[in-house]
């Protein structure tokens, strides 16, 4: 299958998805999630309408943000983030992976300074594996609680990745887990610019996320194909 055609595959299968939910699907974003690809794929699929962009780690993402012949591309932060690396992020894209005080703590730090504010997402381990990073749901009231005195962040969602099993059931709880904290942090009010952004789903189960509320699906490899 070429680019093309999987790109529209996955565009019918997300409006399937909605439809199905009884969503609208403006409120679905679907984020290309390109690491490991050329950049010259990146524009291949930009060409046919692509926006967003994901990538996992910080030097690849802006490798490809400075080499794109594309303009106006949004591009998103989907990997964990050493604190050591906040310096390079280059203002205006969403990171997607906040989930611990000493990153808040180098977050605010780093855009404070210069006047700035930063757009992130706060990721929560809602399948509670050990390997996974993101904070623990019984710890994230915490966090918030935390990152809420930092001006220069600016939390407008949640993001969670399920567990990489066929139970459809276990994947849609941990998908419910995640829209039950952001109505919770959504009532509480504590973030200013909170716009309850759900970024969960990937190539194996962006169907699921939809049904449970998704916002930004991250699909990779339906899209570009395997990663070598
Ligand atoms: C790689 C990655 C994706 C995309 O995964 P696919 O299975 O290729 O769709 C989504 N989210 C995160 C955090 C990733 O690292």
């Known amino acids: 299958m070429s680019l093309h055609e999987n790109y529209e595959r996955i565009l019918h299968e997300i409006a399937d998805a909605a ?3 009884g969503r609208k699907l403006d409120d679905i974003h679907l984020i290309a999630v390109s690491k490991m690809h050329p950049v010259n794929l990146v524009d291949e699929l930009a060409a046919f309408g692509q926006i967003d962009f994901g990538e996992n780690r910080i030097a690849e993402l802006i490798e490809k943000k400075n080499t794109t012949t594309t303009a106006n591309l949004r591009w998103h ?26 990153l808040a ?11 700035e504010t930063i757009d992130a997402l706060i990721q929560v381990n809602c399948s509670r594996e050990t390997q996974k990073s993101g904070v623990m749901p019984e710890a994230f009231d915490k966090l918030c609680d935390y990152i809420a005195r930092f001006t220069a962040i600016r ?5 969670t990745m399920a567990e990489h099993t066929d139970d459809e059931k276990d994947v849609r709880a941990a998908f419910a887990l995640l829209r039950s904290l952001s109505e919770r942090v959504a009532s509480r009010g504590i973030f200013s610019g909170f716009a309850r952004v759900l970024s969960m789903g990937m190539s194996g189960d962006f169907r699921h996320a939809i049904a449970e509320g998704a916002t930004h699906v991250r699909i990779g490899s339906a899209i570009f194909g395997t990663r070598s």
């Open 155 to 159: 939390v407008k969602g949640l993001m």
């Open 77 to 102: 932060l989907i990997g964990q983030l050493q604190t050591n690396k906040v310096k390079l992020l280059p203002s205006g894209l969403l990171l997607h992976t906040l989930d611990r005080e000493s």
């Open 19 to 21: 439809a199905a939910a």
């Open 105 to 115: 703590d180098a977050l605010n730090r780093r855009f404070s300074e210069c006047g």
